[in-house]
């Protein structure tokens, strides 16, 4: 009978057995998979295509094989010796330059098997090695070209066809003129159709030619260039767009009296790239459409009534009042000067020895001269305020002299007596003369100068210009 202190030895006893085969299973299992842990590193530590440490001969053949048939098919290679020895191929032979050599070296390279490539290849740069592939080359080319002909003449009368049409239908003028009647609009027009036309022919033409990628690559060349152009060319751009929105808009008409910026004058025409006026002095100037449409324009013939105004001033201890009205009455009765809107006249400003009154009238410029109108009728108001008993006042100086009684007995100076000259009977004819050729009425005339226009009329009926002028368009 066993005793509970056996039972449990033997229980230890197995224990231990049991664990000591666990243990000597893991031992073994470690030791198996020491070799193949070593293997995996090695493996990830070598490069990929790892060199054989005993190639065998038949590989070698093989090798050569392959690349002396791959030279046998390229003329330019024919010369060459392949050679393999483990792997490595040696290339020996001849090649008219080093582009030839680079090139073979390159296909023996990419041969499977191959480890290395020896370059032995001698360049020899010979002129007619060099020469006779650049003939090939272009002989092929030409017969490409003459195989290609016929096609290429489809192509061309194609593109003929079309830009021929084109530039019938764009020359149409009468056309253009209906569809819109801005001159300048119809000019655009036929150079739109003109140009369509063309690029539809060109795209036609490549298209029977196969061409479409070079037809992408034209069409992005233009892109590009066109975007440059436009960057170098703005000023002229924006000009001629400018133009075209001037003959839209018609800002003003030819023959009008006109204020663009600082620059006065009647205009004379407006072209596609500037608008001509001739000053008040008879000048020509010639301004930038795109500075016209960018400006102030002030146009004085739009409205025929134009106000004109001056100013007078009478003494301080004269009434205010009185003399507005001496000189509207005196106003009033001039002829060129318009009923309604009647003329009014303020009190201006107040100064420490006069009253400046400012009177205001209208004109019609169609029947007087602003000018003229204005001048006659300042010397009404002051012979009407003067007649009055108005006073005009004088400026006032006061002059101070510092010097003693002895200063003046000095500096005393006996007075000449003024020496009087008969005018001669030359000098009182002369002045008869002038005063008999001027004649009231032509010192009071008011009537408006015309010699402006006449030269601006004179020179639009000579002068063969372009005028995107037109007065059938509604004004702006």
Same mark, same amino acid.
Not at 78 to 82: A, F, G, I, K, R
Not at 233 to 242: A, G, Q, T
Not at 278 to 283: F, I, P, Q, S, V
């Given at each position: ?5 056996i039972?449990l ?8 057995a049991v664990n000591g085969?666990l243990?000597?299973a893991?031992?073994l299992?470690? +030791?198996?998979?020491?070799p ?7 493996s ?8 054989s ?9 093989l ?7 791959i030279f046998?098919?390229i003329?330019?290679f ?5 050679t393999v ?7 020996s ?6 582009t ?15 480890i290395?490539v ?16 650049l003939?090939d080359?272009l002989q092929n ?5 003459i ?9 061309f009368?194609?593109?003929a066809?079309v830009?021929?049409a084109?530039h019938r239908?764009?020359g =149409?003028?009468p056309?253009?003129?209906?569809l819109t009647r ?8 036929? =150079?739109a ?5 063309i690029?539809?022919g060109?795209?036609?033409?490549l298209n029977?030619?196969?061409a479409?990628?070079?037809?992408g690559?034209l ?6 260039l066109?975007?440059?152009i436009?960057?170098a ?10 133009s075209?929105?001037?003959s ?8 009008? =009296?006109?204020?663009i910026?600082?620059?006065?004058g009647v #205009?004379v ?7 001509v006026l ?6 020509h100037?010639?301004?930038p ?5 960018k400006a102030v324009i002030l ?7 134009r106000?004109?105004?001056? #100013? ?6 004269d009434?205010?009042a009185?003399?507005i009205? +001496?000189?509207l ?7 060129? #000067?318009l ?5 009014h006249g ?8 006069n ?7 209208w004109?019609d410029?169609?029947?007087s001269?602003?000018?003229k109108?204005r001048?006659?009728?300042?010397r ?9 008993g108005? +006073?005009?006042p004088?400026p006032i100086?006061r002059l101070?002299f510092?010097?003693?009684?002895a200063?003046?007995a000095?500096n ?7 020496k009087?000259?008969e005018?001669?009977?030359?000098? +009182?004819?002369?002045?008869t003369?002038?005063?008999t050729?001027?004649s009231?009425?032509?010192v009071?005339n ?6 402006i226009?006449r030269q601006v009329h004179?020179e639009r009926?000579?002068a ?6 037109d007065?059938?368009?509604?004004i702006?």
């Open positions: 009978m066993r005793t509970p202190e039972r030895q033997q229980r230890l006893g197995a224990i231990v085969r243990l000597l893991l031992i299992t470690l +030791t198996a998979c020491i193949s842990l070593a293997l995996a590193q090695q990830e530590t070598e490069p990929a295509g790892a060199i440490l005993q190639p065998g001969a038949d590989s070698d053949a090798i050569a094989e392959r690349i002396a048939s046998n098919q003329p330019q024919e010369s060459l010796q392949v020895n483990s792997g490595v191929v040696a290339l032979g001849q090649t008219a330059n080093d030839q050599a680079q090139r073979a070296l390159s296909l023996a390279s990419r041969v499977e098997g191959a290395a020896d370059d032995r290849v001698v360049r020899t740069l010979d002129l007619q090695d060099n020469l006779n592939p003939w080359s080319t030409l017969r490409g070209w195989r290609a002909l016929p096609l290429l003449l489809v192509a009368a194609v593109f066809v830009a021929f084109g239908l764009a =149409h003028t056309l253009w003129s209906r801005n001159p300048f609009l119809a000019e655009l027009a036929g =150079h159709v003109r140009l369509i036309t690029l539809l060109l795209i036609l033409a029977i030619l196969g479409t990628a070079l037809m690559t069409l992005g060349g233009a892109g590009v066109g975007l440059a436009s960057f060319v703005k000023d002229s751009m924006e000009n001629y767009i400018s075209i929105m001037l839209i808009r018609q800002p003003f008409r030819a023959q009008e =009296h006109v204020v910026n600082d620059y006065e #205009v025409r407006l072209t596609s790239r500037s608008t001739m000053t008040l002095d008879g000048n100037l010639r301004i459409n795109a500075t016209v449409f146009n004085y013939t739009r409205n025929p009534q106000r004109f105004d001056f #100013v007078l001033g009478v003494d301080a201890e009434d205010p009185q003399a009205q +001496t000189g009455a005196a106003i009033q009765q001039l002829d060129w #000067v009923a309604d809107p009647e003329p303020i009190i201006e400003s107040v100064g420490d020895s009253i400046l009154i400012k009177f205001m009238a004109i410029q169609r029947e001269d602003y000018g109108a001048s006659l009728s300042i009404a108001a002051k012979n009407a305020l003067e007649s009055e108005f +006073t005009l004088e100086y101070r510092d010097q003693t009684p200063t003046l000095v005393e100076v006996p007075e000449m007596p003024a009087t000259e005018p001669s009977s030359g000098a +009182t004819g002369s002045t003369s002038a005063n050729n001027s009231p009425d032509e009071l008011v009537r408006p100068d015309t010699t226009s004179e009926r000579e063969a210009v372009e005028d995107l002028l007065d059938t368009r509604p702006e």
